[in-house]
């Protein structure tokens, strides 16, 4: 309610969350998942031509490594959308907090 008596904060606020929503779905949830899971998949796939290593501890290892690549892939993700949602959905709507503009 406390926005309903200026339309413009309220468009602000509403474009803010889904810019917030649409940036943590992809550089926190979506492109980390994915490319975690393709990482796993590979090396998993790596050590079984490479190793002679049982499969549990191929799995082990494989998770290891996906945790391990976290701190490594977190800022790059993080810029990559950063440049992605200034490049499409940002330009929707000008400058983040600001009203789109008038068509």
């Not at 413009?8 to 949830?29: E, H, I, M, P, Y």
């Not at 090396?43 to 701190?71: K, V």
């Amino acid at each position: 309610q406390a926005h309903t008596r200026d339309p413009a904060q309220a468009t602000r606020v509403g474009v803010a969350v889904v810019d917030t929503f649409v940036w943590q779905g992809l550089a926190s949830v979506a492109i980390p998942s994915f490319t975690i899971n393709r990482l796993c998949a590979a090396s998993l796939a790596l050590l079984g031509a490479l190793t002679r290593w049982p499969l549990p501890l191929r799995r082990w290892a494989t998770t290891a490594l996906g945790l391990a690549a976290i701190p490594l892939i977190i800022t790059p993700i993080d810029r990559s959308v950063d440049f992605l949602m200034d490049s499409s959905l940002r330009k929707l709507y000008g400058v983040p907090g600001e009203p789109p503009a008038p068509h």
